[in-house]
């Protein structure tokens, strides 16, 4: 059973596009929602959270959707560049010390 | 960066055979996972602890055992590597209290021949 659904798996975007990533979630008890970004060779590192109680969230040009009745969420890469090729996971964890639940993940490439 | 450090970072070894990855913090945060990361799969955690000799399983345990005898160090060992094993070994922090972020190592490879 997989609680964290991500797609695409792969996603190829022009330079200066819009990037966008969906998740779908099935326990309606979990209340935190990071996303990772991983470059080759790295470990993941944190790009941006939110919590349920709170549709969007902005940093920069990357922006959470969060859609609490349809139990979705979304990351938006405005002016897509480059650099920000590499391998976006969402996740999901129930409040507290609890260990992260990933999606897949999506390969996103930026090209010129 | 966090101050993870995981070694070895690339590994090679028979099957049969038995594996200690270590996972070293500087943080002394008190809870440390172990994950793996596998081609379609994305990140699958193996088995985590929420403090000194306090560990608990994760989805995909069968066949991993960890140890954690000071706050800085979590090992986690392969008893009998199989090539099934053969994967990237992330290991992850972070500190107590609510909706605190997992910060990463960057990871082991591990090839099981």
């Known amino acids: 059973q997989q609680q964290v659904k991500q797609s695409p798996q792969s996603l190829i975007v022009q330079k200066g596009g819009i990037s966008i990533i969906n998740c779908a979630y099935e326990?309606?008890?979990?209340?935190?929602f990071p996303w990772y970004q991983q470059f080759p060779g790295k470990g993941p590192a944190l790009l941006i959270a939110i919590r349920p109680d709170v549709s969007e969230k902005k940093e920069g040009r990357f922006t959470i959707s969060f859609n609490k009745s349809a139990k979705q969420f979304s990351l938006h890469i405005m002016d897509s560049q480059p650099g920000d090729s590499a391998t976006y996971f969402c996740?999901?964890?129930?409040?507290?010390?609890?260990?992260?639940?990933f999606g897949k993940g999506t390969r996103l490439s930026v090209i010129a | 960066d966090a101050g993870i450090t995981q070694s070895p970072r690339h590994k090679v070894t028979e099957t049969g055979t038995p594996v200690t990855l270590r996972c070293h913090q500087t943080?002394?945060?008190?809870?440390m996972y172990w994950y793996r990361q596998d081609p379609g799969h994305g990140l699958r955690l193996i088995h985590y602890?929420?403090?000194?000799?306090?560990?608990d399983k994760g989805e995909v345990s069968d066949g991993y055992s960890v140890s954690r005898s000071k706050t800085e160090d979590f090992l986690l060992t392969l008893e009998s590597a199989t090539s099934s094993q053969t994967s990237v070994y992330f290991c992850?922090?972070?500190?107590?209290?609510?909706?605190?972020?997992?910060?990463f190592g960057d990871g082991t490879r591990l090839s099981i021949l």
């Open positions: 326990n309606t008890a979990f209340d935190y």
């Open positions: 602890s929420y403090g000194v000799k306090d560990t």
């Open positions: 943080e002394n945060h008190r809870y």
């Open positions: 996740a999901a964890k129930y409040s507290g010390n609890t260990p992260l639940v």
């Open positions: 992850a922090i972070s500190p107590t209290g609510p909706n605190q972020p997992q910060h």
